[in-house]
Antibody, heavy 118, light 107 residues
């Protein structure tokens, strides 16, 4: 069974960089036709796709966030990471890591709430 | 950017009712649409992909249809476990976008 687990600070100050890591078990981030993804959901709102990293290392990002976001994979640790710079209160959300199977997002982490506040 | 619009935003129904949710895309997305169910405090759960293919383990009372820019999710006989929020999501391009959600409430 594929499992994903997010980790990282739950509180980030405005203008700083949000960093999260997703540990994957039951699957490999270095094999297979999957997009290892980050998705966020502000309280009471729809999910918002942030971007993904492919097993080849190639990435794609939401155009609205592209100037501030970076996603990378660490094959030796079987995990992938998100960095979002220059955060504001609008970046407060539950952040999910997930496996995008190219036909739907079939496995999700439990989510981690990140609050941007001084 | 492809925009996804769901209707209605909220739906009140009773156990046993047939329920239909509509999702419209701002442009042709062929059949590249998925549906998810989300309960409070939980991650979304994949129900349907390729507009009409049921994900493994999902009850057969859920079905999806449509192509191009208009899609529907139908629950044939609403069960107590089905009261939740439902989202559509397009994956026609390299990016992904979600609808605003439809909350199915107890009538």
């Amino acid at each position: 069974q594929v499992q994903l687990q997010e980790s990282g600070p739950g509180l980030v100050k405005p203008s700083e960089t949000l960093s999260l890591t997703c540990r994957v078990s039951g699957a490999s981030v270095s094999r297979g036709n999957y997009y290892w993804s980050w998705i966020r959901q502000p309280p009471g709102k729809r999910p918002e796709w942030i971007g993904y990293v492919f097993y080849t290392g190639s990435t794609n990002y939401n155009p609205s966030l592209e100037s501030r976001v970076s996603i990378s994979a660490d094959k030796s640790k079987n995990q992938f990471s998100l960095r979002l710079s220059s955060v504001t209160a609008a970046d407060t959300a539950v952040y999910y890591c997930a496996r995008d199977a190219l036909d739907g997002i079939d496995f999700w982490g439990q989510g981690t709430l990140v609050t941007v506040s001084s | 950017d492809i925009q996804m619009t769901q209707s209605p935003s909220t739906l009140s129904a009773s156990v046993g009712d047939r329920v239909t949710i509509t999702c419209r895309a701002s442009q042709n997305i062929n059949i590249w649409l998925a549906w998810y169910q989300q309960k409070p405090g939980k991650a979304p759960n994949l129900l349907i992909y390729k507009a009409s293919t049921l994900e493994s383990g999902v009850p057969s009372r859920f079905s999806g249809s449509g192509s191009g820019a208009e899609f529907t999710l139908t629950i044939s006989s609403l069960q107590p476990d089905d009261f939740a929020t439902y989202y559509c999501q397009q994956y026609n391009t390299y990016s992904r976008t979600f609808g605003q959600g439809t909350k199915v409430e107890i009538k």
